[in-house]
């Protein structure tokens, strides 16, 4: 799909659309819940698409309503299941050890870029927890069998919390006493601690000293009972709109949490380090055009954030620098090469030394047309340069936003508008 984009400012107030990885932690957790599950506001993302039918496919009876899904669930997956994780590197990891809990062996799959992000991790660790990987080759497809028994162990925790959670989620299912998971070098813990809300939610709250030890106790979790959970606003989602609305125009922003422990949250901390105009009304968020200065930001426990802000540290006046790129290898494309390709053809300079990406701001880009990886985020930020273009802007490959907003370009059209 091509869209043509000839926007200069944003205006209006608009409803973030759900937390994809909330989402899938919620699904995890209804799966996992031996009762029935009410979720309101729920996804409508790939990869919240994926996580749902996952756990349809494991065996869970689900009821779609028009603001809600009904599950009920509480079983382990049957002989012969396969789940296809569609492109969601978090599916594959948050629930491949979820369908180790069964004694039957089940074939993980997936499609575009998954097969060759890395899933090395389980080799190290699902066969001392009791878990067979019969041919196992690093990459999807492959096969687990179970079932997972959970104990004391110390695993690495440096390549992905994504692992890490599939571990909490499926200890915190199947452990009849109290057993610790130690993390060596965690990383992305806020996304930690949004599987640690989760879970709590459920029932099932996690003792944790920071992020390197955590104690899964079955004697304090509540009896299991009809739930009903809330999935609230992707701040992933809002970083765009934070971003546009700090270049040009004002926004007002509903759905989110202003105390989430979504990782991408740390965009307000970006901006007011930027100098911009941000506050909160109630619960809604407003976001004001500022006159952006250069800014630092480590970005290694939030990488989803690189590529919007790259572009708005290439329209902040000065030097930029953003911290973690050795976090953008295993995207869905190889985002610092991604980031680097958009900023040449915004002629803005720019540089990589190490784990840093340098940016030097400039005031307006050329026109361009620029097909779009095949990455949700790398299109968002080719649309938040839209705006400082001195013409029209030509994307191809524009639905990849399709795997995490939907709705993306149908917003763009609603509140983004020529001078």
């Known amino acids: 799909m091509n869209i043509g984009l000839d926007i200069r400012t944003v205006s209006g107030t608009l409803t973030i659309p759900p937390s994809k990885s909330m989402m899938q932690r919620v699904c ?28 349809r496919q494991m065996g869970a009876e689900l009821r779609e309503e028009a603001d809600r899904i009904v599950v009920t669930s509480g079983h382990h997956p049957q002989a012969g299941t396969t789940i296809n994780c569609g492109e969601s590197g978090l599916s594959a990891r948050l629930f491949t050890p979820i369908a180790a ?20 991790f389980f080799a190290d660790v699902l066969p001392r927890l ?6 196992f080759s690093g990459h999807i497809p492959f096969t687990v069998q179970g079932p997972l028994f959970p104990q004391d162990i110390t695993v690495p925790g440096s390549l992905s919390s994504q692992f890490i959670s599939g571990l909490l989620f499926a200890f915190a299912a199947a452990a009849r006493q109290k057993v610790t998971l130690r993390v060596d070098k965690p990383v992305s813990t806020p996304y930690i601690d949004l599987s640690l809300q989760v879970l709590e939610l459920f029932g099932k709250p996690v003792q944790q000293e920071g992020h390197r030890l955590f104690t899964i106790d079955p004697t304090h979790f509540t009896p299991a009972g009809e739930l009903a959970v809330s999935v609230e606003g992707d701040w992933s989602s809002a970083a765009f709109w934070i971003a546009a609305a700090s270049l040009s125009g004002s926004v007002t922003l509903t759905g989110l949490n202003e105390h989430s422990r979504q990782a991408d949250r740390a965009i ?43 572009v708005l540290a290439a329209a902040a006046k000065g030097r930029s620098i953003l911290k973690g790129v050795h976090r953008l290898a295993h995207k869905e494309s190889d985002r610092a090469r991604s980031i680097s390709e958009l900023l040449s053809l915004l002629q803005v300079s720019h540089a990589i030394e190490g784990d840093r990406l340098l940016i030097e701001g400039k005031e307006h880009f050329p026109a361009f047309t620029y097909v779009v990886p095949h990455d949700h985020r790398m299109a968002m930020a080719a649309a938040l340069a839209a705006l400082r273009a001195d013409g029209p802007v030509s994307l191809g490959n524009a639905e990849a936003v399709d795997k995490s907003y939907p709705s993306f370009w149908a917003h763009v059209q609603q509140y983004c508008k020529p001078a």
């Open 130 to 135: 009791g878990v067979r990987m019969p041919g």
């Open 101 to 120: 809990l069964g004694q039957h062996p089940v074939l993980i799959t997936g499609g575009g870029s998954l097969p060759q992000r890395p899933m090395h």
């Open 268 to 310: 307000l901390a970006v901006l007011q380090a930027a100098a911009g105009k941000l506050q909160w009304q109630g619960q809604d968020l407003q976001v004001q055009a500022a006159d952006l200065c250069g800014f630092e930001a480590d970005l290694t426990d939030a990488p989803d954030l690189f590529p919007v802000l790259s």
């Open 28 to 55: 995890a957790a209804a799966y996992l819940h031996r009762g029935r599950t009410t979720i309101f506001n729920p996804g409508v993302s790939e990869d919240d698409k994926a996580a749902i039918n996952i756990i």
